[in-house]
């Protein structure tokens, strides 16, 4: 495995370790709010707050990581087809969804806490 292939399957791994962190602990706290549970309005706050904006960071940090990565291809990799769709990937698009997906998420779980 090249050192460049290392570099992306690594950036995709941290991609996908705190989108699932971020997807759990959010289900969870809105799975005790629909119940009626008690929630501890501090502590949830800091959670919410904490694990969406850790998500949205971690998330472009590997973003830009897998960019780095991309860029140190050689010209014999640049012709492999494991590259191609990394290189046309819409990272922006992605950035985008990932602020506005956890960013929303973060904000209707507060609205939820303190409204509800």
Do not use: C, H
């Not at 996908?16 to 005790?32: E, G, P, R, W, Y």
């Not at 998500?55 to 014999?76: C, H, R």
């Not at 191609?84 to 950035?95: E, Q, S």
């Not at 990932?98 to 209707?108: C, D, N, R, S």
């Amino acid at each position: 495995m090249s050192e460049n292939q290392t570099a992306l399957s690594n950036a995709g791994w941290t991609i996908m370790s705190m989108f699932a962190l971020a997807v759990v602990t959010n289900t969870a706290l809105v799975i005790l709010m629909s119940l009626g549970l008690p929630v501890p309005t501090i502590a949830a706050t800091v959670l919410i707050v904490f694990i969406n904006i850790m998500a949205i960071i971690g998330m472009n940090s590997s973003i830009d990581d897998m960019s780095a990565a991309l860029k140190d291809l050689s010209e014999d990799e640049l012709k492999l087809n494991r590259y191609k769709t990394w290189i046309n990937a819409p990272f922006i698009m992605y950035r985008g969804l990932i602020i506005i997906g956890f960013g929303g998420t973060g904000a209707g779980l507060l609205l939820a806490l303190f409204t509800g």
